[in-house]
Nanobody, 130 residues
Framework: QVQLVESGGGLVQAGGSLRLSCAASGRTFSNYAMGWFRQAPGKEREFVAGMNWSGSRTYYADSMKGRFTISRDNAKNTAYLQMNSLKPEDTAVYYC???????????????????????WGQGTQVTVSS
């Protein structure tokens, strides 16, 4: 299995930026597609962004398009989420997740589904003040 550890969260003012990192260990990182999700208090965990095994294909929730960028460095076993133009409604715990299933399911929308991911990090808090 793979272990995931997020970092980079914190307190930022509206309009600011943060870059989250997700360090992976245990198995070959490039064997996993990756996703970022978030969960605000009292709400369900929701999809933020996803990418395929090489990082060549990326997907975003509508409210993140143009503001967030997902990427990965397979040589460093790390995934990233660059977040710009942050809003108070972006406040949440952010989680990275690893997908080890088949590519067909992933590209067919599996990247969006929390239930399709096999491994999760512990989360990192992002708080955006107004």
């Amino acid at each position: 299995q793979v272990q995931l550890v997020e970092s980079g969260g914190g307190l930022v003012q509206a309009g600011g930026s943060l870059r989250l990192s997700c360090a992976a260990s245990g198995r070959t990182f490039s064997n996993y597609a990756m996703g970022w999700f978030r969960q605000a208090p009292g709400k369900e965990r929701e999809f933020v962004a996803g990418m395929n095994w090489s990082g060549s294909r990326t997907y975003y929730a509508d409210s993140m398009k143009g503001r967030f960028t997902i990427s990965r460095d397979n040589a460093k076993n790390t995934a990233y989420l660059q977040m710009n133009s942050l809003k108070p409604e972006d406040t949440a715990v952010y989680y990275c997740a690893a997908y080890r299933g088949d590519s067909f399911t992933f590209y067919a929308g599996g990247y969006y589904d929390t239930a399709r991911y096999d491994y999760w990090g512990q989360g990192t808090q992002v708080t955006v003040s107004s």
